[in-house]
């Protein structure tokens, strides 16, 4: 909201904190997206009772793994538009 208003003011500051922000969510993301996929791993073989648990986690890997690339994509312009302060 602070880029979106333009209460920044074209600081470095603001565009550091951007970076690390999303930079540290990317990470968050990342580790939690691979945890899950690993559990999801685990189930490979679902009771008929559990299959639809199953699919569900599925779709939360992908979306979570959508999630964290939209996050690394947004860090590294943030990155790019860190530089040119």
Do not use: E
């Not at 003011?9 to 968050?28: E, I, M, P, Q």
């Not at 939360?60 to 964290?68: E, G, N, R």
Request: glycine share 4%; proline share 1%.
């Amino acid at each position: 909201m602070v880029f979106v208003c333009g209460y920044h003011h074209n600081r470095k500051s603001w565009a550091t904190a951007d970076v690390a922000y999303h930079g540290c969510a990317t990470v968050l993301y990342l580790s939690a997206s691979v945890l899950l996929a690993l559990v999801t791993i685990g189930w490979s073989q679902p009771d008929n009772m559990f299959f639809l648990i199953y699919q569900l986690d599925i779709a939360a890997v992908v979306f979570s793994f959508l999630t964290t690339l939209l996050y690394f994509t947004h860090t590294i312009f943030s990155a790019l538009r860190w530089k040119t302060y």
